[in-house]
């Protein structure tokens, strides 16, 4: 008989209680417990910050409300930015379509750029209001008439700039300083930044370069295309978009040393981002202001023996007409 108990097979235990009473309030203390641990904090973000950047200044309201800050930015940075300046990018793209043809039609004239960097045609000087072509022999060529045309139209624009920009730059500056920055003479560029170019990355190179850029009183840059521009500031390097809705105007050394070192000198560099569908070059407009004395001749033979300027519009209509007469001439004795 007893062997026969221990085979039959223990009960079942009881079954677990529902959850009710004492241990249903405990479940739902502790979900509450759970619900305040788990909560998040509110968290507030930090405001959108911007790295500084020169000022960008509405060249229609210069006259009015914008002098502080491009004043502002000429002392702190040693640049600005100009938009609304007038010249269309239409015209620009323009030109930009034909600029290789040119320089390839104007090699006897193409002086070196920044060492390895680049390369420039001067084509206009002004000086108080009074300009002159200087790239004679290339505005003869009637393949490019269209180009020099748009490149007459900008440099009026660009000299018009120019004059705004230094009556702002006279506030509150002593008499002698009015007199030399009043006295300046700037030429108008067409550079050349081929794509295919490494500049060399070595100490000797980076202090011939930024003494290249700040050998003037001021420059002004109008790229044909988007780029990022960079300037070495005295906080340390800067860069920015920039592109033919803007011109970026640097501060040189001769005006860093006119104002006693109140406007400060920075290099400035653009860097373009070719495509593959991109011109084996990229192209800008560089007007360089500097003393009469500093004026570089960009290696042209005949910039120096220019007795008399005259109007930028006078010297392309003579041009125009004795091309004419040569063609009339040709035909009646032909």
């Known amino acids: 008989m007893r062997r026969c108990n221990s085979m039959i097979p223990a009960p079942l235990p009881s079954p677990i209680p529902t959850g009710r009473g004492m241990r249903s309030a405990a479940s739902e203390t502790f979900s509450q417990f759970l619900e305040k641990s ?61 600029a290789e043809r040119v320089f390839q039609k104007s090699r006897n004239v193409v002086v070196e750029l920044n060492g390895p960097d680049g390369e420039m045609i001067p084509c ?82 980076s202090v011939k370069r930024k003494d290249r850029y700040c050998d003037h009183a001021l420059r002004f840059y109008l790229p044909m295309e988007k780029c990022i521009f960079y300037i070495q500031t005295e906080r340390g390097p800067l860069s920015f978009d920039a592109g033919p809705h803007n011109i970026v105007v640097t501060v040189g050394k001769q005006l860093q040393e006119w104002s006693n070192g109140v406007f400060k000198c920075v290099p400035g560099e653009m860097i373009f981002m070719p495509s593959l569908q991109s011109s084996p070059a990229s192209f800008s407009i560089e007007l360089m202001c500097s003393a009469p004395s500093n004026n570089p001749n960009h290696g042209l033979n005949n910039s120096e023996d220019c007795d008399k300027i005259i109007s930028l519009a006078d010297q392309v209509l003579f041009v125009f007409c004795l091309i004419f007469l040569y063609k009339v001439l040709y035909f009646v004795f032909s």
């Not at 006259?63 to 640049?79: K, P, V, W, Y």
Request: aromatic share 4%; charged share 25%.
């Open 124 to 205: 206009v000087r002004s000086s108080k209001g009074s300009m002159e072509f200087m790239a004679h022999d290339i505005i003869r060529d009637q393949a490019h008439r269209n180009f020099w045309v748009h490149m007459g139209n900008v440099a009026r624009r660009l000299d018009s700039v120019v004059e705004q920009v230094s009556l702002v730059l006279q506030h509150n500056t002593s008499i002698e300083f009015m007199e030399r920055i009043q006295d300046i003479e700037s030429v108008i560029c067409l550079c050349r930044y081929p794509h295919d170019n490494v500049p060399k990355q070595n100490e000797d190179t």
């Open 38 to 98: 788990l909560q998040l904090p509110e968290l507030t973000l930090p405001g959108t910050h911007l790295p500084p950047a020169p000022a960008e200044i509405d060249l229609r309201s210069l006259s009015l409300g914008s002098t502080d800050l491009m004043l502002r930015s000429a002392r702190e940075f040693g640049a600005f930015r100009i938009r609304c300046h007038g010249i269309s990018s239409g015209e620009l793209l323009t030109m930009a379509d034909e």
